[in-house]
């Protein structure tokens, strides 16, 4: 199981209101006698007083049979669904380093194409 949790804050703990986020999931089902890969995805805000999700809605969440046949590709969709989030500004990656429970902390920066200005 993979799991990262996007903020649009680098410390969401300190927010003065529930900062919202994407948690975004990679894990492995089996369903009908074979293994298949689901991309998940949460968005909610996330309230650290009463340590709760609020308005916690389900954006991505396959059926059996829906997901992809390898991890690889169900790892590109992975990708593609962060870098997603990243560009509408929730560039603040958190995610629990297993099996030490430690916290991990990045910043996604989004690769633009350069633009020449031609003022």
Do not use: C
Not at 53 to 75: N, Q, S
Not at 76 to 99: D, N, T
């Amino acid at each position: 199981m993979l799991a990262e949790t996007l903020y649009k804050t680098n410390s969401p703990a300190a927010s003065a209101a529930p900062p919202e986020f994407y948690e975004i999931g990679l894990t492995a089902v089996r369903g009908w006698g074979k293994v298949e890969y689901h991309v998940v995805e949460i968005h909610g805000w996330w309230d650290d007083n009463e340590k709760r999700l609020i308005h916690r809605v389900e954006t991505l969440k396959p059926e059996v049979g829906e997901g992809y046949p390898t991890y690889e590709e169900a790892h590109r969709r992975y990708a593609k669904q962060k870098q997603h989030r990243a560009e509408g500004g929730f560039v603040h990656l958190f995610r629990i380093e297993i099996p030490s429970g430690r916290e991990i902390y990045e910043e996604i920066v989004i690769d633009r194409p350069f633009v020449k200005d031609d003022a």
